[in-house]
């Protein structure tokens, strides 16, 4: 399709969008763990199971090595038309139920009686990161403001039972971002498993004050069935319910691990995408508003390309509200050295993911670690010499 509108100076601009059908691997990607369950059950061939994980995070990291980076923005005179085009905003809904699927058909594998332990792990790990990557387009339907977005960003969600996400992320992450007090911030010097066990009571915690704030200024207590959290849990509750009927306790493990492996795959994303950063707190007590500059950005185009555009952090946290495929990137910007499956392995590795990244958050702030989001238990570690001129 060809967006075509005319700039201030009486100039025709035609813009075609390149990507426009290739958003399409956003919706038939998240199918893969559940063709690969189909496939064990018909075959009985274990190797199935292993082809989602191959695929996140052995071919994804290739390719976007070997395919590398898209910087194109469209230009600005034409987002409004396509912000209003529905083609993007069907895609979102079409993958929740791909979501599900991958979901059930999973569960459906692993309930059987004679399915190995090795088969159920393999399972479990395969529609866990299949349910943490749902986040993705909660979090994109979540930021938007009417009803049915809201519901669809509540369906992708419960997949992995974070109901909690949009109430936490919309009112609480974005207002505090690249702040020593947000949880969902990772710290200069932090491991990623530190961060994890600060950031998932964090935000869930954080997440429930503030609803419980919402319903009390509308005379409701926090059980209340407006209650958006809990709207959202219900839906878990009622798919791990139908799952306990039909396969029984064995199901339970699977249940708890795919939620696990979901959520861990979000605080992966949120450990990348400010490591280090810190908006400056202004002599009024307040901080700086939300730039680009405070957020990590990729343009790695393939795994943008799955994840609805998620990797350009960068312009979502200044622009809440601009579509992912509008989504800019801007030069200058802090990068991460790969999309995000490339970034997750190197930040389960904390020497290496220090290694890579600690020298791009100092660059970043000019050599002064007053001006990083700094974990301070690390302090005099990064006030040595040798890490600042490393």
Known sequence: MIFITTAKNGDKIEYRDRKRWLWVLSVLSPSLPGLAALAYLASGSAWWIVVPVVFYYGVLVVADHFIGTDPNNPPEDVVGQMASDPFYRVLLFASVPVFWFSFLACAIAAGQ???????YLGLVLSSGISSGTAITVGHELGHKPNRLDQWGAKLANAVSGYGHFSIEHNRGHHVHVATPG?????RLGESLWRFALREIPGT????WEMESVRLARKGHGFWHWRNDILQGYAITLLAAAALILAFGWNIVPFLLLNGLIG???LTFANYVEHYGLKRELRHDGRYEPCEPHHSWNTNHIVTNLMLFHLQRHSDHHANPLRPYQALRSFDHLPSLPSGYPGCFLLAAIPPLW???MDPKVIAWAGGDLSRTNLDPSRADHYQSAKVLTS
């Open 354 to 356: 220090f290694k890579v």
């Open 204 to 207: 869930a915690v954080r997440g």
């Open 113 to 119: 009686p004679d399915t190995p332990f090795l088969v």
């Open 263 to 265: 959520w861990f795959h």
């Open 182 to 186: 947000d949880p969902a911030s990772a």
